[in-house]
């Protein structure tokens, strides 16, 4: 008889950062987690979210069996087979309808990272269609964009561990990564500064010494400033600038425009401030490690606001040095992706004219664009859409819209392991494993260090994902050569074969194995990745006619044009511990407060409106309106005229009010950090409910 063991170490996959976890089991029962002591991520620690894995494998609402929704909107039990039978032959009729392009995969933030998401896209091309989307429309490859136009390769990746200097823009990390936080407290013990550049007093800016409250969308006239000050005092560092980059005389020119006292008034700052943090980049020169967050790539000029912040630690020799930003060697695997045999697409990818950043980068297709499509009203009509680990009815811009685009579709196939606001739009909703139930290999670029997940507990009646795109794809006759492995453990042999690293060794290395030795300075001895090999403080990337050669300061639409009948500025999706995007609002762990949706709004602001803490007001923006109660926030937590709201609650979803046309040309990013609102009160006491 088998034997459970005791515990089981994997890879925590609540969030994105993949602590080492154990899965601590009683009479083959899972009923702890704990953290592996010697993981380099977490050291031992878990959060809270970390910790409800098992409650979320185990929760009551978990959906158990294909479903398949009846014209009245209710679901009804469907055999897997007979599931697959059906969407198979509806994705054939629709490609000899209108074309594979009518067929579209959708992989949201749930899953990740060489392996999830590639089974989708290996499936949509083998199917003949380019349109791969993911959560990536939104989130993070906005970053490497911008790293990509400077440096040539995917950023970003601050040694806080052994940095003098952090600068955190527009980021929370003490929420959202925690682990990174523990590492740059680690780093403050042992002397380093920290800066935190937010509009916001966060968790994180609690534990800054030095604390800036620029006007949201400003942050590029505060690096330009930073960058002024350096050159003007000549505090940065002319090896690395004369022999490594190119188009510093242009870059310098441009920084003459931005005197510290002119930045301080664009920023509603002061002088000294900006002049201080120039100050500490001198000093600190060359370990300063700067992390910017999903902030800065949310807005109308994100691109060029990352390109200059970063392009801050090129000026003082930052780059690729121990405690400053890291150029991570990557690891040698078999990859899934194999868009490059493939001969090509009878239709283009959705987005990739407008946006060719995101499809050269990253391979993938505009989300919002799709949107369109899904309506009839883009450059051709797309009619089915196979979702995993999204929800982008709470998670997409224009949260109407998407649902009418959802509606809109001929087959909707989502796998989800509940019913969410966007599943019940799903024809057909296949239940799905969670990271508890599946293995993969992960690896962290900045510790060149590559670990594995196990599959801890099984469900025998889910497929994972391998099961549900090879069985669907063998329905269409395509399995072969798409999908030619036995199972999920085969896949990851394959991944894994270049790296000569077996999964029998990886399996006795929880922790993982560091695949490759870090080394600093390599551009000292190879060409940046760039069109002209240097470090590129002028963009000479002729790719896309939007990217400026500078990385320019744009004054945000709100500033420029104040716009009366919406003049306060919602920032949306600043995070909260326990709700993770759209995901955790049913566990018992949930218990953050707020549990229910929020406007944050400066003391001063709710004086002057006469409304308190859980008052009730309508926010309107120019494409739709919520009721929300409100928490007020001490007058130095938040700018005045400023109001939050996070993404993601069930009710009040403030993607409601976001626009999906105002987007950054380049990467083509909704701004969901600055928009115009105006506020009505509905009831000024608190409602006790
Ligand atoms: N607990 C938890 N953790 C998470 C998530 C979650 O939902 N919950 N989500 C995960 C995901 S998907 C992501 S992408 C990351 C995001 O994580 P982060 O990048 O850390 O984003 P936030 O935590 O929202 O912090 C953004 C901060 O930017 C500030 N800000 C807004 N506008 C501006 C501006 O113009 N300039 C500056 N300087 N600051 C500005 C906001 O006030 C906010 O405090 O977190 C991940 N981690
Ligand atoms: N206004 C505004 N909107 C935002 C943001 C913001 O800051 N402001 N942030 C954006 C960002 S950064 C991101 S990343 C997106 C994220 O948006 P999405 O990619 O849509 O991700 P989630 O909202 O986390 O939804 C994930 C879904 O996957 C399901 N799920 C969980 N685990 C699994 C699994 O193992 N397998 C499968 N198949 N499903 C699973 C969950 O039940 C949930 O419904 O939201 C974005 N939306
Ligand atoms: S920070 Fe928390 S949720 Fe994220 S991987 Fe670590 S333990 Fe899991
Ligand atoms: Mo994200």
């Known amino acids: 008889m088998e034997v459970t063991p005791k515990k089981v170490p994997t890879l925590c996959r609540q969030c994105g950062m993949h602590c080492g976890i154990n899965v601590h089991f009683v009479d083959g029962v899972p009923t702890r987690i704990s953290g592996q002591k010697n993981h380099p991520i977490n050291r031992g620690v878990v959060c809270s979210k970390g910790r409800s894995a098992i409650e979320l494998a185990n929760h009551p609402d978990r959906i158990l069996t294909p479903l398949k929704r009846n014209i009245d909107g209710s679901f009804e039990k469907i055999t897997y087979e007979n599931a697959i039978k059906e969407i198979a032959a509806k994705i054939q009729d629709l490609v000899e309808k209108y074309g594979a392009s009518s067929i579209g995969v959708w992989i949201g933030e749930a899953l990740g990272f060489l392996q999830q998401p590639e089974y989708a896209r290996r499936f949509v091309h083998a199917l003949g269609s380019p349109n791969y989307f993911s959560a990536d429309s939104v989130c993070f490859s906005a970053v490497y964009m911008a790293y990509h136009l400077v440096k040539g390769y995917w950023g970003s990746y601050p040694d806080f561990e052994n940095s003098k200097l952090i600068l955190l823009w527009g980021t929370n990390p003490k929420l959202s990564y925690p682990p990174y936080m523990k590492a740059i407290e680690r780093a403050k013990r042992k002397g380093a500064i920290l800066v935190v550049i937010d509009p916001r007093k966060t968790e994180s800016a609690e534990l800054a010494d030095v604390f800036v409250q620029p006007y949201v969308g400003t942050d590029a006239a505060l690096a330009w400033g930073i960058a002024n000050y350096l050159i003007k005092h000549d505090l940065y560092d ?407 709201i996070t993404n993601g609650w069930d009710e009040a979803n403030v993607n409601v009010l976001v626009d999906d046309t105002d987007v950054d040309p380049i990467s083509g990013f909704p701004n969901m950090k600055m928009i115009p609102v105006k506020i009505e009160v509905l009831s000024k006491k608190a409602i006790i409910n």
């Open 238 to 644: 002319h090896e690395f600038v004369s022999k490594y980059s190119t188009g510093f005389d242009t870059f310098s020119r441009y920084a003459n425009d931005f005197a510290p006292s002119n930045v301080a008034k664009i920023c509603g700052i002061s002088e000294g401030k900006v002049t201080q943090i120039a100050e500490l980049f001198g000093k600190s020169k060359p370990t300063i490690a700067q992390l910017t967050g999903l902030s800065l790539e949310q807005q109308e000029n994100g691109i060029n606001t990352i390109r200059i912040i970063t392009s801050l630690s090129g000026l003082c020799g930052a780059e690729d040095t121990k405690g400053g930003e890291l150029w991570p060697k990557e690891i040698t695997v078999n990859h899934l992706n194999y868009s490059d045999e493939i001969a090509g697409f009878h239709q283009k990818p959705i987005g990739a004219e407008k946006y060719p950043l995101l499809y050269q980068l990253c391979g993938q297709c505009h989300s919002l664009t799709a949107m369109d499509n899904m309506l009839g009203i883009g450059d051709y009509p797309l009619h089915g859409l196979i979702m995993a680990g999204a929800n982008p009815v709470l998670s997409n811009p224009n949260s109407r819209k998407v649902a009418k685009a959802l509606q809109n579709l001929d087959l909707f196939v989502s796998r989800e392991i509940f019913h969410t606001k966007t599943s019940a739009y799903a024809h057909y909703i296949l239940p799905a494993a969670t990271f508890l139930e599946r293995s993969e290999p992960y690896y962290y670029p900045d510790l060149q260090t590559v670990a594995m997940s196990n599959k801890v507990i099984d469900f025998p009646e889910i497929r994972d994902e391998y099961a549900f795109w090879r069985d669907l794809a063998k329905e269409l006759g395509f399995m072969d050569p798409c999908f030619p492995w036995k199972n999920e453990e085969a896949v990851n042999r394959f991944i894994l074969e270049p790296s000569g690293i077996s999964l029998e060794a990886l399996k006795n290395k929880p922790e993982g194995i560091q695949y490759d030795s870090i080394e600093y300075k390599k551009y000292q001895s190879k060409p940046f990745p760039t069109p002209s090999g240097k470090y590129e403080f002028v963009c000479r990337d002729k790719s896309d006619e939007n990217v400026s050669e500078i990385p320019e300061y744009h004054t945000p639409q709100y500033i420029k044009n104040p716009n009366t009948v919406y003049p306060i500025i919602l920032i949306t999706g600043a995070r909260k511990q326990q709700l993770f995007n759209s995901r955790y609002q049913n566990l018992s762990c949930f218990t953050h407060n707020p549990t229910i949706p929020e406007i944050e709004i400066n003391a001063q602001d709710a004086k002057q409106w006469n409304i308190t803490n859980g008052s009730r007001v309508k926010v309107s923006s120019k494409i739709g309106e919520i009721e929300i109660n409100v928490h007020v926030l001490d007058t130095s937590k938040i700018l005045p005229g400023l109001v939050q």
